[in-house]
């Protein structure tokens, strides 16, 4: 089982290393540098090209706990998902609604999907820490995060 | 300047009620942070960086050297109160502190871990203010071929290391090192697989893939234990109090292994974790009784616990008298310092001695402040591991978004980040240890420039990196510190066999 996890992203940092091996053939060369753009690159290339056959054919096990940490269950994948909308959605209307309003709803949504069920808790804390966030950023930091529809 | 009119300087910027303050809340912080499962001094500093756009830069490293060592004191209240340390470097912390929380003695435990953890800090700045200055002198005189084999020994150091599997963690190395080549190289101009991209002609920042590898990683496994309480951290903790013959008994553990923790911090690729495992396996096989160990003995909590805070200590000599990070925390440390616009390195101590000293003095105070506060506000502070799991993850990741909008003000940068944390978590899945991926991105840009500048002085001849004894011995230590694991491997296989 450990070989064949191996074996698979083995080959497939062996094919990443092809393609990176193949940008660093295409990177334009000058005439008079004794060390070009391109040679530590290529090295890198190499060396990960080397590694990922040294993985594919390594015999060495990972740890019980490590093993454990590659079964995750369907709910938990279900969750980890979730998040990963809630994320994508947040970046891309972060601009366009502006840092307070995608935050508040981002922590107040994202506390909800995974379980927290205490409403007025979660409200606060979604309100209170974003607006205190941006206080600090804004008015005392003096960096401008996205105001979006908000007159502030 | 001298080093005592160094020295005082130090003291004025660590004794200013800013210094003060600064390193009050740092430590505070990374006590916080750190004894929260999973997120260690990496998320830590990453997360507290955005804090301090804007801020003076001397006081900006004072609060983020004080969230550090914070986080890895911090560590420990998890590792003891509920068997699941906050960071690696208190695992061991967890083997004899966790028995005497079952015992009833938390309190003691907890003590125990604060007065060792306070005297191997205290103890290790002492040698830091010896040992920087010296190796800072020394490193002046380092040229291009030095530096560079310097960089490679730190990285084949952690690479080897490393827990695991050394290919997995030198593909790790090697992988950060190809991020860092993205963007334009500096000396021909030319664009570097930015696959056509505006936003990637000056490359990934690196507080992007600290927090993608980290924090966001370690978000991705609290999700999946999102259910899991807290149980016992509400409890009674028990009396704070030590006998006459634990502090007789403690001495001796917390003298010689804040030494060795410190020595060990100082070596590339070491760092707290091993300092820790190290100290706890020395005082074990010294001890008279060591059947004791693992059962709530007082030496085998105090020993990882001094050590860990020394080795923390330690790890600063590189940073702050080479500019070269030895682990995966210092690889942050040296971010925030050119976030701030400081390179650490030999010539730090002779052009910003306030930055230099500053940090190292204010240590002292620090140490202070985490024992005066955490040994009355332990019960209270500890507390914070009872915050839901889904209210922490949100803010963590809150936390994280907003350090990065801040740094770039591009959302495409929110982006990576998200695909950095999907990386690191696939990394964690995988076994592939995400500090040397850390550490050879921070430390690539630095490497190809020295080996460059090398170049360009032989005129193009390798050679170079063997005329020089320092860099000879250094690139020898290196083949040695790559060579080690494979052989060790092979060894205990034939002898298996």
């Not at chain 1, 530590?40 to 060495?60: E, H, M, N, R, Y």
């Not at chain 2, 190290?278 to 010294?286: F, G, H, V």
């Not at chain 2, 003000?409 to 695909?419: E, G, K, M, P, T």
Request: proline share 5%; hydrophobic share 55%.
């Amino acid at each position: 089982m450990v070989q064949r996890v191996n074996r698979k992203i083995g080959l497939i940092l062996t094919l990443l290393s092809i393609g990176y091996l193949y940008m660093s053939y295409q990177l334009p060369t000058y005439l008079y540098i004794p060390l070009d753009a391109d040679a530590v690159p290529k090295t890198l290339g190499w060396v990960l090209l080397v590694l990922s056959i040294a993985l594919i054919f390594s015999k060495d096990s990972d740890s019980e706990e490590q093993k454990a940490k590659r079964q995750i269950p369907k709910t938990d994948v279900k969750a980890l998902l979730g998040v990963g909308a809630l994320l994508l959605i947040y970046i891309i209307l972060f601009e366009t609604l502006g840092f307070i309003i995608m935050t508040v709803l981002f922590v107040y949504f994202c506390s909800w999907f995974l379980g927290y069920k205490n409403h007025s808790v979660n409200a606060f804390v979604s309100i209170v820490f974003p607006v205190a966030l941006y206080s600090i950023f804004v008015f005392m930091l003096q960096i401008k995060l996205p105001q979006g529809i908000l007159p502030f | 300047m001298g080093a005592i009119e160094g020295i005082l300087t130090g003291f004025e910027v660590a004794f200013s009620w800013e210094g003060i303050l600064f390193v009050l809340l740092g430590v505070f912080v990374g006590t916080f942070i750190g004894m929260l499962p999973g997120l260690g001094p990496i998320s830590a500093i990453a997360i507290m960086i955005p804090i301090t756009y804007g801020m003076d830069p001397t006081l900006a490293l004072v609060m983020m050297a004080g969230v550090y060592y914070g986080a890895v004191f911090g560590g420990s209240t998890s590792s003891i109160l509920l068997n699941a340390p906050g960071i690696s470097g208190t695992v061991a912390s967890s083997f004899d502190g966790y028995p005497m929380a079952q015992q009833g003695k938390a309190g003691k435990a907890l003590a125990i871990a604060a007065i060792s953890s306070f005297a191997g800090g205290t103890i290790s700045v002492v040698l830091l203010m010896i040992f920087a200055p010296m190796l800072a002198s020394v490193a002046i005189s380092f040229g291009p071929p030095a530096y560079f084999a310097l960089m490679l020994l730190g990285l084949t150091a952690i690479a080897s290391l490393s827990e695991g599997s050394t290919i997995k963690a030198l593909i790790s190395a090697v992988v950060g090192f190809m991020v860092a080549t993205i963007g334009i190289d500096p000396q021909t101009g030319t664009g570097r697989f930015t696959f056509g991209s505006m936003n990637l002609l000056d490359g990934i920042d690196f507080l992007v893939i600290a927090l993608g590898l980290f924090a966001i990683a370690e978000v991705c496994y609290l999700v999946m234990n999102r259910h899991k309480s807290s149980a016992g951290s509400g409890k009674e903790i028990g009396s704070l109090k030590l006998s006459k013959e634990d502090a007789k008994e403690m001495s001796g553990p917390v003298g010689r292994q804040s030494l060795l923790g410190f020595i060990l911090g100082i070596l590339p690729g070491a760092g707290a974790t091993i300092a820790s495992f190290i100290s706890y396996i020395a005082e074990k096989r010294i001890a008279k009784k060591p059947e004791e160990f693992g059962k709530g003995s007082v030496k085998g909590l105090a020993a990882p616990e001094a050590s860990n805070n020394a080795a923390t200590s330690g790890a600063f000599v590189p940073l702050l008298s080479l500019g070269i990070p030895g682990s995966g925390t210092t690889a942050v440390m040296l971010g925030a310092f050119l976030v701030l616009g400081l390179q650490p390195g030999p010539m730090l101590m002779g052009d910003h001695p306030e930055v230099f000293w500053g940090i190292i003095a204010s240590m002292y105070i620090g140490n202070i402040f985490l024992l005066v506060l955490n040994l009355p506000l332990i019960p209270y502070i500890a507390r914070i591991l009872t915050i839901p799991r889904p209210l922490l993850i949100s803010l963590v990741l809150m936390f994280s978004l907003i350090g990065v909008y801040a740094i770039s003000f591009s959302v495409f940068d929110l982006y990576l980040l998200l695909a950095f944390g999907v990386i690191g978590f696939l990394m964690r899945m995988f076994a592939f240890p995400a500090p040397p991926f850390i550490l050879a991105f921070i430390l690539g840009g630095m490497m190809e420039q020295s080996l460059r500048q090398s170049m360009t002085i032989s005129n193009g001849s390798i050679s170079i990196m063997f005329e020089n004894n320092i860099s000879l011995v250094l690139i020898i230590l290196s083949v040695l510190s790559f060579a080690f694991p494979i052989a060790k491997s092979i060894w205990s296989k034939k002898k298996a066999s």
